[in-house]
């Protein structure tokens, strides 16, 4: 069990180190392309970046902290773990929003730009946020597992080994956080996305398409919303198995999930923040070509100083060359 237990450390830690890099190259290239930076879609993105990076610098270490590793007051492990819930919600929250842009995009192609401004956007970004703070904090207000608490009270203890389980009743992970606020939005993105599609192959196939509803408008449109989806489709695969094992366990037979599928469904749960980066820069031209400049930029100022290097090196050689090769001039002042 402990070889276990360091093995998924490790794992966590590469995972941990995969999202904070991948995805401040995403924030940073949105938020040093004007031209990105300007399209409420990409607004949306580096919500979805964030939450991701945070899920490396914030949530896994907190993953790794309560899993039977230090002692805490209750109330400081129910908010570790409170933490956990936020950054899960603040992706669903953000996916759900750049669904809906996209949708908007398609179905309102002319009126578009004056209905989703950049002020919205961010607006809709905060709203986002404070959404996912809410509900993730919901056990902060009561809904905890009360027999940890009594159990405490009356070993006359003021600390527990802060486990996840240890203070989050099942009912909160599955009937609210599950089936509530995760489930339907997923289901509602899949319908948008649905919708989506159906409209770009009408306006492609009917050619009474013009203006700003060009064919090269809804090709464009048609390759962005392909690639979004994929991550969509992504964050489900790594988000249901986890999931599914707390409904299991609430509703199934009597049996103990093992401790190992737990692990799995975890380190699952986190690959998805570090693998969105990836799809990015394969799928989505706009931040492919920034990672590009990047790289180029990069590149270019490394070979600049290698040349600098260079060239004040061979200036040095040359200087102490030509003074080796002067006439050594002596005057000598006689009587």
């Not at 006359?156 to 599950?178: D, G, K, Q, R």
């Not at 449109?221 to 964050?235: D, M, N, P, Q, Y």
């Amino acid at each position: 069990m402990e070889s276990l237990k360091v093995l998924y450390t490790v794992l966590e830690v590469l995972i941990a180190v995969a999202c904070c890099l991948g995805n401040l190259m995403v924030i940073w290239a949105v938020c040093t392309c004007g031209a990105m930076r300007r399209q409420p879609t990409f607004c949306f993105i580096v919500s979805l970046a964030v939450a991701d990076f945070l899920v490396g610098a914030v949530q896994i270490p907190v993953a790794v902290l309560i899993d039977d590793r230090v002692k805490t007051s209750f109330n400081s492990c129910l908010f570790l773990s409170c933490v956990f819930m936020v950054l899960t919600q603040a992706s669903v929250h953000s996916l759900l929003a750049i669904t809906l842009d996209r949708f908007l995009r398609v179905y309102i192609p002319l009126r578009y730009k004056s209905t989703v401004t950049q002020i919205r956007s961010w607006s809709v970004v905060g709203a986002c946020w404070v959404s996912a703070s809410i509900l993730g904090f919901v056990p902060m207000f009561g809904w905890y597992r009360q027999d940890t608490l009594a159990q405490m009270e009356d070993s006359n203890s003021t600390t527990i080994t802060c486990t996840f389980l240890a203070v989050m009743p099942m009912s909160y992970l599955v009937n609210f956080t599950f089936l509530t606020c995760i489930l339907p939005p997923m289901l509602l993105m899949l319908v948008l996305y649905l919708c989506i599609f159906m409209r770009i192959h009408q306006q492609l196939r009917g050619g009474g398409v013009s203006g700003s509803g060009s064919h090269s408008y809804y090709h464009k449109e048609w390759s962005l919303a392909r690639s979004l989806l994929l991550i969509l489709v992504l964050f489900a695969v790594c988000l249901l198995p986890l999931r599914f094992m707390n409904v299991a366990s609430l509703y199934g037979p009597p049996l103990t999930v093992p401790h190992q599928a737990y692990y799995v469904g975890i380190l699952l749960l986190h690959a998805h923040s570090a693998v969105n980066p990836v799809v990015y820069a394969l799928k989505i031209h706009s931040i492919k070509s920034a990672f590009k400049t990047m790289w180029g930029r990069y590149m270019l100022c490394k070979e600049d100083q290698e040349t600098t290097r260079s060239s004040q090196t061979t200036g040095n050689i040359n200087y102490i060359t030509t003074n080796r090769n002067e006439p050594n001039i002596s005057i000598n002042i006689s009587k």
